[in-house]
């Protein structure tokens, strides 16, 4: 998975909760993304963060919040306040703006009861 | 709207069968076209990015076109293996990266 790490793996969470997923990577990258991906549906950007301690909303960023304090991490945090939040989250980094490819971790699945 | 369409949602082939799956593209402008794989439950990983010039390229089986008159790329995936059983997910990028809902392919033996 390139060097971009997430854990857990498999998360659970009871309703109410707030819940920090954990991306971590070690190649050098300027940029981190955090995706939620629902089946059926295409990835959805809900936080970037182009450099350390700077990050913007994406298309979904409602309930969530992020921190870019380190350039190798980018934790997401579910707030009790996201309404929908069982789902598959990914974090990708990208080597900078000029190029293209993002890189992708392994995934997050977390399971609201 | 800029937008990535991908068809068909979902196909079925026997092991060793041929198969091409669509990409429709409405980004503008545009700068790169890249298909991804997603095995279940994993991170997706880059097979082929094409620029506007290009009309071709390939890896390994896998082989992408990309028409940029009519905005249209196809990956075709040639002998096909059950370690293809994945999603395939087109991705348009200008300034901005816009994923298609991906094609969900499974390899019968």
């Known amino acids: 998975d390139g060097g971009i790490t997430q854990s857990p793996k498999y998360l659970f969470r009871k309703e109410g909760q707030n819940v920090t997923l954990s991306c971590e990577q070690n190649?050098?990258?300027?940029?981190m993304y955090w995706y939620r991906q629902d089946p059926g549906q295409g990835l959805r950007l809900i936080y970037y963060?182009?450099?350390?301690?700077?990050?913007q909303k994406g298309d979904i960023a409602e309930g969530y919040s992020v921190s870019r304090e380190k350039k190798e991490s980018f934790p997401l945090t579910v707030t009790s306040a996201q309404k929908n939040p069982t789902a598959f989250y990914l974090c990708a980094s990208r080597p900078s703006l000029v190029y293209n490819e993002q890189f992708f971790g392994p995934g997050t699945r977390l399971t609201v009861l | 709207k800029n937008q990535v369409e991908q068809s068909p949602q979902s196909l079925i082939i026997l092991e060793g069968k041929n198969c091409t799956l669509q990409c429709n593209y409405t980004v503008s402008p545009f700068s790169n076209l890249r298909w991804y794989k997603q095995d279940t439950g994993r991170g997706p990983v880059s097979l082929t990015i094409m620029t506007f010039s290009e009309n071709t390229k390939s890896n390994g089986r896998y082989t992408a076109t990309l028409d940029a008159d009519t905005k249209q790329s196809s990956l075709h995936i040639t002998a096909s293996q059950l370690s293809d059983s994945a999603s395939y997910i087109c991705?348009?990028?200008?300034?901005?990266?816009?994923f298609g809902k991906g094609t969900r392919l499974h390899i019968l033996p």
């Open positions: 190649l050098n990258h300027d940029a």
């Open positions: 963060s182009q450099i350390v301690n700077d990050f």
């Open positions: 991705v348009v990028s200008n300034d901005k990266i816009i």
